[in-house]
Structure formats: structure tokens, C-alpha cells
């Protein structure tokens, strides 16, 4: 679900930008069909100068300006809060918001209760799945949460948190 997301917005993102590059809408008789289709294959191109020939009749040429919104940053933005809602899903440390200010750690902290949530919750089920199969099959298996990430998660924000003035932990 959230790859397909994020691949829909990629894709959104690619079709505003390019419409930011051509918002025309191009109007022609039948039979100069081809030949504004070659010309517009060079605007497309980003070719400097398109030359017409002798018999290209303009008067048969009509372009309306569609006038695309930019709406790129806002996709972006949608994109970053999904991936951060991916993350939090699956039980991956993210700062799942943007503050212009600097956050204290304890802030940063705070954003983290969705993730742990979501992943001892699916720790929980996978430890009484190896109770289920322990009783039924006389083996001894067992589930662990790996902790490495949280290791690596906790070594960059020890970097990245200064000492303030008033005492207090920040991250930027």
C-alpha cells in the first residue's frame, strides 16, 4: 500500500513538473496533424529554435494555455509523510514531523510512541505464534526484536543533539 503511494505521487510529481514545461493545449487541421506534431516534438525536446518550412500554416494553429498548477512541493511534502507513516508502521524510528524551530529531545522522544507501538505489537503476536508452534511441535523457537537499528538511530541522534544554553537536549 504505501509503495503503491509513493509511486502514485512520484509519478504525479513527474506529470505537474512537466506540465509547469508545456501547459499547451494545441489546436490543428487534420491534415497539419504530423507536421505540429514534429514541431511540438522539438519544444518537447527542448530544441532552442523550431523552424517551420514555407508551407507550415500558422493561421491553421491555435495554442491554449492550459496554466498547470506547481503543486511538486506539496507532493513532496505528502510523499515525506507517508514514507514517515511507512516507517512508524513497521516499527522504524523517523521524526514523523517538520518544526521551523529546533525540537527538544524529549520531543523527538515523544514521536516515537507509534513506532514502538507498532513494533511490539507485531512482536507480541509473533511470540505467541512461537508458543503455538513450540506446544505443537515440541520445538524451542523464539522471536527477538532486533535492536541494531535502534543502536544506529541512537548513535546519529547522539550526534546530532547539542547542549542548549537553559541545559535542555536539542536536535536540529
Do not use: H
Amino acid at each position: 500500500m504505501f509503495a503503491w503511494r509513493l509511486t502514485n505521487i512520484d509519478r504525479t510529481i513527474d506529470v505537474n513538473v512537466n506540465a509547469q514545461k508545456t501547459p499547451v493545449l494545441i489546436k490543428t487541421t487534420e491534415n497539419q496533424r504530423l507536421t505540429v506534431q514534429n514541431v511540438y516534438m522539438k519544444y518537447e525536446g527542448n530544441q532552442p529554435v523550431i523552424i517551420g518550412d514555407k508551407n507550415l500554416d500558422e493561421n491553421g494553429i491555435m495554442v491554449l494555455k492550459t496554466d498547470a498548477p506547481y503543486v511538486s512541493d506539496k507532493l513532496t511534502d505528502l510523499k515525506v509523510q507517508i514514507w514517515n507513516e511507512a516507517l512508524t508502521y513497521l516499527g522504524i524510528p523517523n521524526v514523523a514531523f517538520n518544526k521551523k524551530e529546533r525540537m527538544i529531545k524529549d520531543e523527538v522522544q515523544r514521536t516515537q510512541g507509534g513506532v514502538v507501538a507498532s513494533r511490539f505489537s507485531r512482536l507480541k503476536a509473533r511470540e505467541e505464534a512461537c508458543e503455538q508452534i513450540n506446544t505443537m511441535f515440541g520445538l524451542d523457537v523464539s522471536v527477538r526484536y532486533n535492536d541494531e537499528l535502534d543502536r544506529s538511530f541512537e548513535d546519529v541522534s547522539r550526534e546530532t543533539f547539542e547542549e542548549s544554553e537553559e541545559g535542555g537536549d536539542f536536535y536540529e
